[in-house]
């Protein structure tokens, strides 16, 4: 009896591979995670020169303007951690009277979640490094 074989244009045996989802897709659930933490605001994810990829804001927010703080935060922690010789900076929180922004670096630019003063800055930075790793994990897995 012959083994059963999978030509190009064939199922395998085991059934349909399932289809991985798009970069795009994975930085959006990605985000969509992040904003749903006790005390965020919203959130983006931008290019290094603050070109928006993705963006989960309240209506009133000014998302280009957003974009180019984060691009601006993240552009500096990674000079200032190169200068102090203390390799790539992972996150960092800025906090004021009326909030909270955390900016987290991944390889296609910035993580930049808004928050609440209150916001419990632990639980949000441990899952902003969750969000940043998983980030350069999908970024280095080669799109179908």
Same mark, same amino acid.
């Given at each position: ?7 190009? #244009? ?18 959006? $659930?990605? +985000?969509? $995670?992040? %904003? =749903? +933490?006790? !005390?965020?605001?919203? !959130? @983006?994810?931008?290019?290094?020169? !603050? +070109? ?19 691009? %601006?935060?993240?552009? $500096? +922690? $990674? ?13 960092? @929180? ?23 003063? #209150?916001? #419990? #800055? ?7 490094? =969750? ?8 970024? =280095? %897995?080669?799109?179908?």
């Amino acid at each position: 009896m012959a083994d059963p074989q999978t030509t190009p #244009n064939s199922t395998p045996p085991d059934g349909p591979a399932a289809p991985r989802p798009s970069r795009a897709q994975a930085f959006r $659930e990605t +985000l969509s $995670e992040l %904003t =749903r +933490l006790d !005390g965020v605001r919203g !959130g @983006l994810i931008v290019t290094p020169d !603050g +070109l928006v990829i993705t963006s989960e804001l309240p209506p009133r927010f000014p998302v280009e303007a957003l974009a180019a703080l984060a691009a %601006t935060l993240g552009r $500096e +922690l $990674e000079l200032g951690a190169s200068r102090l010789e203390r390799g790539a900076f992972r996150t960092a @929180l800025f906090s004021a009277d009326d909030g909270t922004v955390f900016v987290g670096g991944s390889p296609v630019g910035y993580v930049t979640l808004v928050a609440d003063r #209150n916001v #419990n #800055n632990e639980g949000v930075r441990t899952a902003l490094g =969750r969000a940043v790793d998983r980030l350069r994990g999908t970024w =280095r %897995t080669p799109t179908p």
